[in-house]
Each structure stands twice: as structure tokens, then as C-alpha cells.
């Protein structure tokens, strides 16, 4: 079966978890499942992956969402697996991979060059109206827990953020007139004419 995508419809599932308890995807309806698929219990990537949900599982909770483990292993290997490392949520069992079939995580591996049919790491976000959010195919463990944390919490979304507005550079200031070319040049006034010289004092009257 190929991968659920985004928007599809999430595959139906009832299940026994560790406790022999019959898990259903509708009993969550109006929640988010965080549904992930490990190869086996107590190998050492599956128990990191599964103490990291672990850790987490409170924020998890907090966040809307139940958290689901799914493997191959019977039941009675996922009680040890789940008592021994505290695991405060369900494993369901998948003897003969049903499930893993119809979430498209069941096809050929490689180990050391030797191919062979097992259960591809993978988890799947499914939202409260039983519709598949996102997907990881393939997943790498280290930080994992956390980005599906982040993206129940509405983590930065992984469109680039707008430019910032470029501010108009200011105009240079204009430059301050010359004294010259401030003031106007003064007009010269014509010079005042001088008053011609008066004549001497009149002559002195006619000697006696």
C-alpha cells in the first residue's frame, strides 16, 4: 500500500496494546494521534525514540495529543519493553503487519548488504478529524520528538519570512548656500554728490 499523504484520510486501526487493552484510532476522535512506527522493542534506536516520546510525553499531552507506538512485537514483548523504560503510553502489537501495510511502512530493507522485508521507521500526525497532518517517512531519531512537538504547537511555519522593508535612504542635505550666494550682492548706491563747496563769505564790504 502506498504512504498516507497529507489530507487523506487516515487507515483505521483496533489493536491490542501492552496491557492485552483494545487501542482504536475513533476512540480519539477530536485529538491528535501522533502514530509511530518502530522496527522492534529494546533495539537501541527504538528505545531512544521511545524514552524521547517519553520525555516528552507531558508536553505531548498538553499539546492535544495521544501517542500510539507501533511495532511487530507481541504483546507480552511490548509490556517488558514498556515496564522497563516507563513508557507512559500505548505500544500496539502488529504480529502480522496489517497495519503496517496499510500506512505503506512495510517493505524491503537492507542491513549489511542483505535485503529483506521489515517495518520502515516512520510517524504520522493525524488530526482530530481523523485526516493525516503530516507525515515523516524514514525517520532519523536524533531530534525527531522535538519537531513533532513543534509542529503540534504550531512551530514557525517553513515559508520563508518576508524581507524586511528596505528604508529610503535619506536625501543628503542640501548644502548650505555660500555666504556669497545667500546674500544678495549689495548694490552699490551712487554716491551722494557732494554739496558744491559754498562760497566764500561775501566779500568784505568796500573799505571805508
Not at 78 to 84: D, V
Not at 132 to 138: A, G, L, Q, T, Y
Not at 187 to 207: E, F, I, L, S, T
Amino acid at each position: 500500500m502506498p504512504m498516507p499523504q497529507a489530507g487523506d484520510k487516515a487507515p483505521g486501526f483496533s489493536l491490542p496494546d501492552q496491557s492485552g487493552a483494545t487501542v482504536s484510532l475513533s476512540q480519539f476522535k477530536g485529538r491528535h494521534v501522533v502514530l509511530y512506527f518502530y522496527p522492534k522493542d529494546a533495539t537501541p534506536g527504538c528505545t531512544t525514540e521511545a524514552c524521547d516520546f517519553r520525555d516528552e510525553h507531558s508536553a505531548l499531552v498538553k499539546a492535544g495529543a495521544v501517542v500510539l507506538g507501533v511495532s511487530p512485537d507481541s504483546v507480552a514483548s511490548h509490556q517488558k519493553f514498556a515496564t522497563k523504560q516507563g513508557l507512559p503510553f500505548s505500544l500496539l502489537a502488529d504480529p502480522d503487519h496489517a497495519l503496517a501495510d496499510a500506512y505503506g511502512v512495510w517493505g524491503e530493507k537492507s542491513l549489511y548488504g542483505r535485503k529483506f522485508m521489515g517495518l520502515i521507521r516512520a510517524t504520522f500526525l493525524i488530526g482530530p478529524d481523523a485526516k493525516v497532518v503530516r507525515v515523516w517517512p524514514k525517520v532519523k531519531v536524533a531530534g525527531h520528538v522535538a519537531e513533532v512537538l513543534s509542529t503540534l504547537q504550531g512551530g514557525a511555519s517553513s515559508e520563508a519570512a518576508p524581507a524586511p522593508k528596505k528604508v529610503p535612504a535619506k536625501a543628503p542635505a542640501a548644502k548650505k548656500a555660500s555666504a556669497a550666494e545667500a546674500k544678495p550682492a549689495a548694490v552699490k548706491k551712487p554716491a551722494a554728490k557732494k554739496a558744491p563747496a559754498a562760497k566764500g563769505a561775501a566779500k568784505k564790504g568796500a573799505r571805508a
